[in-house]
């Protein structure tokens, strides 16, 4: 089988880690979200084609055209008019049956196989609040409906929008109309779909959804399984406690429950907790840890149920810091002998 994999969108919920680089490449476990679904498709998809658009070059300079076993193409979204306008960028390539799926989430292998059962399928999951999400209607473990972030509670399964599908699902996009949104949506097409044939709904065992830079956090610990993950050439001269430090790093101070991306540094006597640091910073102080409430993100106040400290983006140099919890850095910022009470852009 073929697998689809939509990694063009801009992905401004994860700002400010997103300005430097496509989501898709976002690290945890010391590997892009990429290359964890493409772990996950091998032995189920010997192609995948990954639909690009923004800093695709990134995305093309860091797979290349194979990774592993499977063969790698690429298709462009040059506008972003929706996922199901994303998928039709695809439509030349495909032979048959295909998996479908995002870029910027992690479907399990086992997941992947269950959906490849059966001719049309979709995974569902159950979430505290489904209304956040495009809640699934079913019966007897056929699709009957899709509801988009429903105000009243429906069901508790929501759609991970993996998807198994084969050539029928493009008729269907040439029969939608844009959304609200002016974009044509997967779950329209999905939808029409269902009305000329049954989609399996399969629950997922453990889907990983990232919507914002703290779930990186989650997922990272989910996926090293609580132990330390030290990337090659990387030195610890400080303590590093539940956490993943990537490539080429030195860690002289004390981490604890972060992701530390490649080329970075963390000085002696520095404190870095819960917190998620780009590539190539520098940093010398204190990140505080603690439960923030609500922070803002993409426009929206988000409540965080866990303790979280703050996100530091590509190449910055912090010098005697001080970052109150839920402060974001930009990338290519310069501070010293401050203390960060909020974002700085």
């Not at 992905?11 to 679904?37: F, G």
């Not at 498709?41 to 300079?61: H, S, T, W």
């Not at 989430?105 to 399928?121: F, G, L, M, T, V």
């Not at 402060?327 to 501070?335: H, R």
Request: proline share 3%; glycine share 6%; net charge positive.
């Amino acid at each position: 089988m073929q697998a689809i994999i939509l990694a063009a969108g801009k992905s401004t919920r994860t700002y400010p880690l997103t300005l430097t680089r496509p989501k898709p490449l976002l690290k945890v476990a010391n590997k892009t979200l990429l290359e964890h679904n493409l772990d996950n498709l091998e032995g189920a998809a010997d192609e995948a084609i990954l639909v690009v658009g923004y800093k695709k070059e990134m995305i093309k300079k860091h797979l290349g055209n194979k990774y592993k076993k499977i063969k790698i193409r690429y298709a462009e979204q040059k506008r972003q008019l929706g996922t199901a306008h994303a998928l039709s960028a695809a439509e030349h390539f495909i032979k048959g049956r295909f998996f479908l799926m995002m870029g910027d989430d992690i479907y399990p292998r086992e997941d992947i196989r269950n959906c490849a059962k059966h001719r049309y399928s979709i995974l569902a999951a159950r979430v505290k609040s489904p209304r956040n999400f495009g809640v699934i209607i079913q019966k007897n473990n056929i699709l009957t409906d899709i509801v988009e972030k429903p105000k009243l509670f429906l069901s508790g399964q929501i759609s991970t929008a993996f998807y198994s599908l084969d050539k029928e699902i493009f008729k269907c996009i040439k029969e939608i109309k844009k959304s609200e949104r002016n974009e044509l949506e997967m779950p329209d097409a999905i939808k029409a779909l269902s009305k000329k044939e049954k989609i399996y709904c399969v629950k997922s065992k453990a889907w990983i959804p990232i919507a914002y830079p703290w779930d990186l956090l989650t997922a990272d610990r989910i996926l090293r399984k609580n132990k330390n993950l030290i990337g090659k050439n990387s030195r610890i001269r400080g303590k590093v406690i539940n956490s993943s430090i990537g490539d080429n790093c030195i860690i002289s101070g004390n981490v604890e429950n972060s992701i530390i991306m490649d080329n970075s540094e963390i000085s002696a006597f520095s404190e870095v907790k819960n917190s998620v640091i780009g590539n190539n910073v520098h940093f010398n102080g204190k990140i505080i840890s603690g439960k923030t409430g609500a922070i803002t993100a993409n426009g929206k106040k988000i409540k965080i149920e866990q303790k979280f400290g703050a996100v530091i983006a590509d190449n910055v140099l912090a010098e005697n810091v001080v970052v109150n919890p839920g402060c974001m850095i930009w990338p290519n910022k310069s501070l010293s002998n401050r203390k960060i009470g909020k974002n700085v852009a």
